[in-house]
């Protein structure tokens, strides 16, 4: 299992941290989304079939993209 904390700058409220877990979550192989508006930051813990890249790919797409 892999797990990395991704700076996310739009981050601003617990609302992006939320819509970041629904979409992240919907991943195969995503087991955990957490986040902190606060330090803007999101930790993601995945095993295989996704990749840092599809998520990253994923933030992206929904306007969050990593930094």
């Known amino acids: 299992m892999s797990k990395q904390t991704f700076s996310i700058p739009n981050i601003?409220?617990?609302?992006c941290v939320m819509s970041i877990k629904n979409e992240l979550g919907d991943l195969d192989g995503v087991k955990k989304?957490?986040?902190?508006?606060?330090?803007?930051?999101?930790t993601v813990e995945w095993e295989a079939p996704v990749t840092e890249e599809k998520i990253k790919a994923t933030l992206k797409e929904i306007n969050y993209p990593a930094a």
């Open 12 to 15: 601003s409220c617990g609302h």
């Open 33 to 42: 989304v957490e986040g902190d508006p606060g330090a803007k930051t999101v």
